[in-house]
């Protein structure tokens, strides 16, 4: 990507270890084809949903991801006006490089993305200023109870952020002080659902990949699964999200919403994902490289081509709504 320093380009590329997972993603789409329908005279298709109460447009939201403005000089606040102007929803990391409350000042519809720290206090702190600031969801990011081992950036040496920017949303309320993130390897259910006496916001458990998870998630009252394995930058070797969604999706049979990301990149990965049980997909990577192409416009221009694809994928596939895209539209092939 031109303009990209290599080594950050490094950073939002790559993934843990050989990077079997980054490519498992990628590749099980491509094991994966469609079955269209002909003649059903469905006219223009309408990819909207509602989502959490919320109508969005279509169903292709911006997942969390750290440093934007590694990308980018006008960072998360440019994602967060594309965001708008195409009417999905950002997702902001817990890792961003701009404050939550000017990122909220764009009008963008924001959801915010939690590591919850061994620190309970603060953790309350970070979840009531992102309320405050008007998100409309949490997103607990549960499959970090360490980092992964990032290979390309050790061998790069990128451990921190270049001068002048900081995890401007870590900074202490006491002290001023900016804190470093924590992974939390003593996180548990409790933890999560703990985060209930903090905030009224719908929660959001991403990160999880066996089936047996996505129930607990129901049974504990959470509000929504993310099928992910953290775009293979947590354990090398995890399932493909789009192999492990289905069983996902048969645990929690409809009674909260099932999202997916991990290595979606056209409109019939969107359409397989929603065949397949997801009720919208999450893009990461594709965003960033808008963004370091183009700033807002560069963003702008990734989820509208994304969203016109689906329409197109739709229409193709005999789909009017997201209701017509039913299971025995995905065919699985030998590569
Ligand atoms: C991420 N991801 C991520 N997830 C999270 O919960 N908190 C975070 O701060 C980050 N940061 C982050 C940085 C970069 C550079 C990348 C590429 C990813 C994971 C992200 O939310 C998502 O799971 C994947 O990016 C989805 O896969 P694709 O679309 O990038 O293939």
């Known amino acids: 990507m031109a303009g990209l320093d290599p080594v950050h380009r490094d950073f939002f590329a790559g993934g843990a270890g050989e990077e079997r997972t980054v490519r498992a993603n990628a590749a099980a789409f491509d094991r994966l084809r469609l079955l269209p329908r002909v003649l059903r005279a469905t006219g223009t298709p309408d990819p909207g949903l509602t989502l959490l109460g919320a109508a969005l447009p279509g169903p292709v939201l911006i997942a969390p991801t750290a440093f934007h403005r590694l990308a980018h000089p006008d960072g998360e606040v440019?994602?967060?006006?594309?965001?708008?102007?195409?009417?999905?929803?950002?997702?902001?990391?817990?890792?961003?490089?701009?404050?939550?409350?000017?990122?909220?000042?764009?009008?963008?519809?924001?959801?915010?993305?939690?590591y919850p720290q061994p620190d309970r206090d603060f953790t309350a702190h970070l979840v009531e200023r992102a309320e405050a600031a008007g998100v409309t969801a949490l997103v607990v990011t549960v499959d970090s109870p360490v980092f992964g081992r990032r290979e390309r950036d050790l061998r790069n040496g990128f451990l921190d952020l270049p001068a002048g920017l900081v995890c401007e949303n870590l900074r202490d309320p006491a002290t001023g002080r900016i804190r470093d993130i924590v992974m939390?390897?003593?996180?548990?259910?409790?933890?999560?659902?703990?985060?209930?006496?903090?905030?009224?916001?719908?929660?959001?458990?991403?990160?999880?990949?066996?089936?047996?998870?996505?129930?607990?998630?129901?049974?504990?009252?959470?509000?929504?699964?993310?099928?992910?394995?953290?775009?293979?930058?947590?354990?090398?070797?995890?399932?493909?999200?789009?192999?492990?969604?289905?069983?996902?999706?048969?645990?929690?049979?409809?009674?909260?919403?099932?999202?997916?990301?991990?290595?979606?990149?056209?409109?019939?990965?969107?359409?397989?994902?929603?065949?397949?049980?997801?009720?919208?997909?999450?893009?990461?990577?594709?965003?960033?490289?808008?963004?370091?192409?183009?700033?807002?416009?560069?963003?702008?221009?990734?989820?509208?081509?994304?969203?016109e694809d689906v329409v197109r994928v739709m229409a193709l596939c005999g789909a009017a709504t997201l209701a017509d895209l039913p299971p025995d539209l995905v065919r699985e092939v030998r590569p």
């Open 78 to 114: 440019a994602t967060a006006r594309a965001a708008r102007d195409t009417g999905t929803v950002l997702t902001v990391s817990m890792a961003a490089t701009t404050p939550i409350e000017r990122i909220a000042d764009t009008g963008a519809r924001l959801w915010f993305q939690l």
């Open 184 to 307: 939390d390897p003593s996180l548990g259910w409790d933890d999560v659902v703990r985060l209930r006496t903090t905030t009224r916001l719908p929660i959001l458990v991403k990160g999880v990949l066996h089936p047996a998870d996505a129930a607990e998630a129901v049974a504990r009252g959470l509000d929504g699964v993310i099928v992910s394995n953290h775009g293979g930058r947590q354990l090398d070797g995890a399932v493909a999200t789009i192999d492990a969604l289905p069983a996902v999706a048969a645990a929690v049979r409809g009674r909260i919403p099932v999202l997916l990301d991990g290595g979606v990149r056209r409109g019939a990965d969107v359409v397989t994902a929603l065949a397949r049980g997801a009720s919208a997909v999450l893009i990461g990577r594709p965003v960033l490289w808008g963004l370091a192409a183009g700033g807002r416009d560069g963003v702008a221009g990734v989820l509208t081509e994304l969203h």
